[in-house]
């Protein structure tokens, strides 16, 4: 007779090769687990960040003490607000900006030479989470340089955007003609060393593009490199502060 251990083996075969007992994938398993712990790690409850509106049908359905995802710029109904008063609901904000952007709106504008330019950029800073205020041109018909300058140096000097971006064909005349503008310091550049050094040690608010100097993918470095950098020693705010200074005197009549 088999003594007892070889009989369990026998058993534990047999059930192993039985219809519908075959051995799990490992594979498989390790898929679920990971998708159990997806849903575990999960912050919300229903993510609704597509949204810049929210309603009182959006927010129906959830549990008392809900959390959902909405969007950076959300707005609410005032029925949406009031449920989610009653449910004590949780909104956490979806932030689309890419991580080291320094700014969250931009003013950009453009002269015919820089259009196109600009209508490629206005894509990469929508596509990097940014607010974009366009004040033109829209066409490649011809135009001045200066007035487009001007009205994107306004909007950064009345503080309607954080900061701001001109493009004609060099780049130089629309730096001359933002930095008309009270409390503007624009920075033509052509390299991305030169547009964070505009930042860090001048304080610039405002980047001077020259669409025929860089490529595409040469301005969209320099862009993220503005961006991404600020003026922080003390040293170079004391510079910046005499460059003000100059402009108060000859602005004020002294």
Same mark, same amino acid.
């Given at each position: 007779?088999?003594?007892?251990?070889?009989?369990?083996?026998?058993?534990?075969?047999?059930?192993?090769?039985?219809?519908?007992?075959?051995?799990?994938?490992?594979?498989?398993?390790?898929?679920?687990?990971?998708?159990?712990?997806?849903?575990?790690?999960?912050?919300?409850?229903?993510?609704?960040?597509?949204?810049?509106?929210?309603?009182?049908?959006?927010?129906?359905?959830?549990?008392?003490?809900?959390?959902?995802?909405?969007?950076?710029?959300?707005?609410?109904?005032?029925?949406?607000?009031?449920?989610?008063?009653? @449910?004590?609901?949780?909104?956490? @904000?979806?932030?689309?900006?890419?991580?080291?952007?320094?700014?969250?709106?931009?003013?950009?504008?453009?002269?015919?030479?820089?259009?196109?330019?600009?209508?490629?950029?206005?894509?990469?800073?929508?596509?990097?989470?940014?607010?974009?205020?366009?004040?033109?041109?829209?066409? @490649?018909?011809?135009?001045?340089?200066?007035?487009?300058?001007?009205?994107?140096?306004?909007?950064?000097?009345?503080?309607?955007?954080?900061?701001?971006?001109?493009?004609?064909?060099?780049?130089?005349?629309?730096?001359?003609?933002?930095?008309?503008?009270?409390?503007?310091?624009?920075?033509?550049?052509?390299?991305?060393?030169?547009?964070?050094?505009?930042?860090?040690?001048?304080?610039?608010?405002?980047?001077?593009?020259?669409?025929?100097?860089?490529?595409?993918?040469?301005?969209?470095?320099?862009?993220?490199?503005?961006?991404?950098?600020?003026?922080?020693?003390?040293?170079?705010?004391?510079?910046?502060?005499?460059?003000?200074?100059?402009?108060?005197?000859?602005?004020?009549?002294?």
């Amino acid at each position: 007779m088999a003594d007892r251990n070889e009989i369990k083996r026998l058993v534990r075969e047999a059930l192993e090769k039985a219809p519908g007992k075959a051995s799990p994938s490992p594979g498989v398993e390790h898929l679920k687990v990971n998708s159990i712990r997806k849903d575990v790690e999960k912050k919300w409850d229903r993510d609704e960040s597509s949204k810049r509106l929210l309603t009182e049908s959006d927010l129906k359905g959830l549990p008392f003490k809900a959390t959902i995802r909405v969007a950076e710029d959300v707005q609410l109904t005032p029925l949406a607000k009031d449920l989610v008063a009653d @449910k004590q609901l949780s909104l956490v @904000k979806k932030d689309t900006r890419t991580p080291g952007l320094r700014v969250k709106s931009i003013a950009i504008g453009c002269d015919h030479g820089g259009f196109e330019t600009k209508e490629a950029l206005k894509s990469f800073l929508t596509g990097n989470g940014l607010k974009v205020r366009d004040f033109g041109t829209d066409s @490649k018909d011809a135009v001045d340089y200066p007035d487009y300058a001007h009205a994107v140096a306004r909007a950064v000097s009345e503080r309607v955007a954080e900061a701001g971006i001109v493009i004609d064909g060099a780049g130089i005349g629309s730096a001359m003609a933002a930095n008309k503008v009270p409390g503007i310091h624009a920075a033509a550049c052509y390299t991305t060393a030169l547009a964070r050094n505009s930042r860090e040690h001048n304080g610039a608010n405002v980047l001077s593009l020259g669409s025929g100097q860089n490529s595409l993918a040469e301005l969209k470095e320099i862009v993220h490199a503005f961006l991404s950098t600020e003026i922080s020693e003390p040293r170079h705010k004391k510079r910046v502060a005499k460059i003000d200074a100059i402009e108060r005197q000859y602005r004020d009549g002294r």
